[in-house]
């Protein structure tokens, strides 16, 4: 009987036992930011919806009043 990588990986304890070990090893790794940068993170996040929610709000309203003007809309 041959064996392959994926029967010896088996029989050390692989599958999830290996998959929650790399699991673990993967998020010890995560940095976690200071306050200041999560503070700036948020206040970027923050500017950057509000100006595409504006953009968007600008486009529709655009839209809807080119709408109204070429089907015959009242305004």
Do not use: H
């Amino acid at each position: 009987m041959t064996t392959t990588p994926a029967t010896k990986s088996r029989r050390r304890g692989g599958g999830l036992g290996l998959f929650v070990r790399q699991v673990i090893a993967e998020l010890k790794k995560v940095v976690r930011p200071t306050r200041n940068e999560l503070v700036t993170y948020t206040a970027v996040v923050l500017v950057f919806v509000c100006a595409v929610m504006g953009f968007v709000s600008v486009l529709d309203y655009g839209f809807g009043k080119l709408v109204l003007w070429v089907f015959g809309g009242s305004s």
